[in-house]
């Protein structure tokens, strides 16, 4: 399969939603909290985290590499590729959150409970794409990976 733009826009928006809200909401439960830090703090940073994933990597991540993958043989980048594109994302998403979140007016979060939200989150996405993803959405595949 080789990815359509709007085919990577959709199936990232639908996976961060089917599985990265739940997720979201559980890990938020356990992750370290600063001195201080609610758990409502936590969730409200844990979220907007996700919210800056769907919105940032749709907007400005998937255009970007899917330009960059027009200069490949093969208009597609190798399954661990896209598995490392969620280091300068979480980057992005950390520099964002730090400035314009929730992380100022609550100190819940700090970068290590931002590394594992996000972490954990860019591996259970990255695996729903590259393997169960395909059974329920058979055809996914066969159509850029578009899902409407």
Same mark, same amino acid.
């Given at each position: 399969?080789?990815? @359509? +733009? $709007? #085919? ?5 928006? =639908?996976? !961060?939603?089917? /599985?990265? &809200? ?15 830090? @609610? +758990? $409502? #703090? ?5 979220? =907007?985290? !996700?919210?800056? /994933?769907? &919105? ?27 598995? !490392? ?64």
């Amino acid at each position: 399969m080789v990815p @359509t +733009l $709007s #085919g990577r826009i959709q199936t990232r928006i =639908f996976l !961060l939603i089917v /599985v990265g &809200v739940p997720w979201t909401a559980l890990v938020s439960l356990v992750l370290p909290r600063k001195p201080g830090g @609610t +758990l $409502s #703090g936590m969730y409200e940073a844990t979220f =907007f985290v !996700l919210g800056t /994933v769907i &919105v940032v990597g749709s907007v400005f991540w998937e255009p970007l590499y899917h330009a960059l993958m027009q200069f490949r043989w093969e208009k597609d980048w190798p399954i661990l590729f896209l598995l !490392l594109e969620g280091i300068p994302e979480a980057i992005i998403a950390y520099v964002i959150l730090k400035n314009l979140g929730p992380m100022p007016k609550h100190p819940a979060a700090g970068w290590p409970a931002f590394v594992i939200d996000f972490a954990s989150l860019w591996i259970l996405v990255w695996l729903c794409a590259v393997g169960p993803m395909r059974v329920p959405f058979h055809r996914w595949r066969f159509r850029g990976g578009q899902l409407i």
